[in-house]
């Protein structure tokens, strides 16, 4: 059985060359069944985890997504990156003591969003966080990966060029892979991709098809699918739920 320090020495090696899918996992049965249909490491997501809580994306509190993880970490072999949202504090200091938590449930990575949840923190406010956030992690375990994430959907105006302009500052501010939800465009992709080198970079996928080859031919490390995963789940519930309640008197 692999330790922490493999697991986190496997997931720093799958970002160094070539190309993977890091599913998104919701509760210790869908991590279980990821690893066993071959992944080589998965992911949380903080809002198929809300809805296995019956809750809305959100609402987890921090103490709640620890627990969350230490369910996913303990569930699996493979290495587990966290989607710590916003690390659930927006002053660097507070962040660093909840990074220190979240290591410390055997994660080998974890991302770092740069949206307060009502608002997208000023550049060099969030390039801070990134840098409390790498501190912290080296004072723990340097091994332990941190994705720098520009949450570029919530503000509908922002361009390419200023999501890649805070993907680079991420990146120098000690990020070790980048993350912009919503570049999908291939020349777009392979504008961030080229921006930040040789940092890897990962691209959310929702359409499991033939663009995923796309992406990894333009120099994404890797594909991760966010929610998508669960929704297909949770959409597949409902479809038979409709079914039952026809015979429901």
């Avoid at 992944?39 to 296995?52: D, L, N, P, R």
Wanted: net charge negative.
């Amino acid at each position: 059985m692999p330790t922490i320090a493999d697991k986190r020495a496997t997931f720093r090696a799958l970002h160094e060359t070539g190309f993977f899918i890091l599913p998104n996992a919701w509760d210790a049965g869908s991590a279980i069944r990821l690893t066993k249909s071959g992944f080589k490491a998965i992911a949380s997501t903080s809002a198929g985890a809300a809805w296995a809580a019956g809750k809305d994306d959100g609402e987890l509190s921090r103490d709640d997504v620890l627990a969350h993880l230490r369910l996913l970490v303990d569930a699996t072999d493979l290495p587990v990156n966290a989607d710590f949202e916003n690390g659930f504090a927006d002053d660097p200091t507070a962040l660093a003591t909840n990074v220190a938590m979240a290591i410390d449930t055997g994660i080998a990575g974890l991302s770092i969003e740069d949206w307060s949840g009502s608002k997208l923190y000023e550049l060099d406010h969030a390039r801070d966080r990134i840098a409390a956030t790498r501190a912290a992690i080296d004072a723990v375990d340097p091994a332990v990966m941190l994705i720098g994430r520009n949450e570029n959907f919530r503000v509908p105006d922002m361009s390419v060029a200023q999501s890649i302009a805070r993907a680079v500052a991420y990146a120098e501010a000690g990020a070790d892979c980048l993350f912009v939800p919503f570049i999908l465009d291939p020349g777009a992709v392979a504008e961030l991709v080229a921006a930040v080198a040789p940092k890897p970079v990962n691209v959310v996928i929702h359409d499991y098809d033939a663009s995923i080859r796309t992406f990894a031919a333009l120099g994404v490390r890797r594909c991760s699918v966010g929610a998508s995963l669960a929704m297909r789940a949770w959409t597949a519930v409902d479809d038979a739920v409709q079914l039952l309640r026809q015979f429901d008197s």
